[in-house]
């Protein structure tokens, strides 16, 4: 269920300066921010091994979005998350986790002006 909001800046975003940002608002916490090499996935935010959130950023007509959704950040949890027992475990929780991002995301809005 990926979430997509719209974030303003006064400059051009890159990957990297996003990381940046988005890692200085949820280094606080705890929660750790990484570049992905995943196909479709630009960031990632890792609350544990199991619950994560992926950040796809986007840019359309000088406006950024970023799309949100769940995640299993270990290899080895998303290898056993396959199958529908786990999922229905973990899908209450990564709604939550993003939940969580989005709104944390948007009461930081000014994070990305600075």
């Given amino acids: 269920m990926a979430r997509k909001i719209e974030i303003t800046t006064k400059e051009t975003l890159t990957k990297e300066v996003l990381k940046d940002y988005l890692d200085t608002i949820f280094s606080p916490f ?37 799309t949100i959704g769940g995640f299993s950040p270990s290899t080895m949890a998303r290898l056993l998350v396959y199958g529908i027992l786990p999922i229905l475990i973990l899908l209450p929780k990564w709604l939550r986790f993003e939940k969580e991002i989005e709104s944390t995301i948007k009461e930081n809005q000014v994070i990305f002006n600075t």
């Avoid at 090499?37 to 950023?57: F, Q, R």
């Fill in 30 to 66: 705890g929660y750790e921010a990484y570049l992905s090499s995943l196909i479709g996935v630009d960031i990632v935010i890792k609350k544990n091994d199991w619950i994560g959130a992926t950040i796809k950023w986007k840019t359309k007509h000088d406006k950024n979005y970023l």
